[in-house]
Nanobody, 115 residues
Framework: QVQLVESGGGLVQAGGSLRLSCVAS????????MGWYRQAPGKQRELVAR???????SFADSVKGRFTISRDNAKNTMYLQMNSLKSEDTAIYYC?????????WGPGTQVTVPS
């Protein structure tokens, strides 16, 4: 089993920054992909960014140039640096780890950017 815990969410003014962290524990295999998803009220959960074990990254168009994803494999931790935040970034942010055909989710952390 795998457990994921996100942290770092909060309330920030437009134009500000936040750094989210996701710590994974349990049976972590070396070959995995981790990612950040978000879900705003009344909307479907969407991919924000993802990163492979080797560090290959991809981003949603809406966050390109503003968000950076990284990971520390030795600490089983993934980060999302969010800059130039906008009101439309308001959502619950979830951490995902995919390995061996299974997906594991964290409980989420709220990010609020008032308009």
């Amino acid at each position: 089993q795998v457990q994921l815990v996100e942290s770092g969410g909060g309330l920030v003014q437009a134009g500000g920054s936040l750094r989210l962290s996701c710590v994974a524990s349990g049976s972590i295999f070396r070959i995995n992909v981790m990612g950040w998803y978000r879900q705003a009220p009344g909307k479907q959960r969407e991919l924000v960014a993802r990163i492979t074990w080797g560090g290959i990254t991809s981003f949603a168009d809406s966050v390109k140039g503003r968000f950076t994803i990284s990971r520390d494999n030795a600490k089983n931790t993934m980060y999302l640096q969010m800059n130039s935040l906008k009101s439309e970034d308001t959502a619950i942010y979830y951490c995902l780890l995919s390995q061996m055909g299974s997906d594991y989710w964290g409980p989420g952390t709220q990010v609020t950017v008032p308009s």
